[in-house]
């Protein structure tokens, strides 16, 4: 701590008059975790690799609010080349205008003849929609139980307790789909439930309980804490002492927690797509490994090998950045 650096150098009997002191300043829990995390260069290629995907949803996002045509990578949807076209063979298609072109497709086409590429990259839209969606939507369920639970105890602690209990008896990838179905095709306050809105919103419904248990733990053991003592002395509010103490103090978790839940939620969209329960009238990598999964047998292998590659590229990176933002932030597994 900086003021008791000083103390502790100002009471040093060795310090000679005249001879400068070198105090190093102080660093914030994210100002050090961020310098930390800037000297991985594994961490640092993983990070602008999940920059690389999001900054692709966030267009093809764009691009189909404002209705764009161009590039023409957005246009997943367009009939390319002749069915079931092998990866970077030449063809000959002609156009709609009547003009006969030699062409080439990076990942072959499907069995409409749509470039598989073009599908993979709106495909990470679709997954990252539902990731965040879900991962907002549980966060905001499991973080304020958690803290509740842990702050107050007695009886708000007990029935919390038993719900998370029983939620955690059943089966998640059962519960998932129980949930998924039965959200699919309703109407919740003026807005339905249709393709990834059902998916997200039975993800985030389900997927709160870990967070509600992690937040609980850590409200427990800082509620008795010198600064919330502190804050508790001087008059402050129950609500202030949340919101104001304990809830920046274990924001760090928080983000750690989103880190590693997002790949979560991504293989289970995956899964929720290969069932036939996700996404079905826009591509999305579930959807695409269930389409090509039949046609293996064919050899055709492209469309499956194309959702899997974008899949393990964006798990990884998420995987290993995870872990460093986990090692960087929590004081307790930090080792100079």
Known sequence: ????????????????????????????????GIRRLRKQRLAVVCFWVIVFYLALAVFEWIAEARKWETPAF?????????????????????????????????????????????RTLYGAKTSITVALCASLISLAIGVPLGAAAGYFRGWLDELIIWLISTLSTIPYLLLLMAFAVVLRDKTIFGLELRGITSVYLAMGLTSWVGI????????IKRKES?????????????????FSHLLPNVFHIIIIDLS???????????????????????????????A?????????????????????LLSLALNLFGDALRDCLDPKLRVD
């Open 226 to 242: 010198e600064y919330v003592l502190a804050a508790r002395a001087t008059g402050c509010s129950n609500a202030r002492i949340i």
């Open 292 to 312: 090509a999964r039949a046609e293996l047998a064919r050899d055709v292998w492209w469309e499956m090998t194309a959702a899997t590659i974008a899949i393990f």
């Open 74 to 118: 957005i246009r997943w949807n367009e009939i390319v080349g002749p069915s079931y076209q092998k990866p970077m063979v030449p063809y000959e298609w002609t156009t709609a205008d009547g003009k006969t072109e030699i062409r080439r497709e990076w990942m072959g086409t499907d069995f409409m003849g749509r470039s598989t590429l073009r």
């Open 1 to 32: 701590m900086p003021g008791l650096t000083r103390e502790s150098n100002s009471n040093n009997s060795t310090h000679q008059p005249g001879t400068e002191e070198h105090i190093p300043p102080g660093r914030s829990l994210w100002a050090d």
């Open 212 to 219: 509600c248990r992690l937040i609980r733990g850590e409200f």
């Open 260 to 290: 590693l839940r997002f790949v979560h939620f991504i293989h289970a969209e995956v899964i929720l797509s290969f069932l036939g329960l996700g996404e079905t009238d826009k591509p999305s990598w579930g959807a695409m490994i269930d």
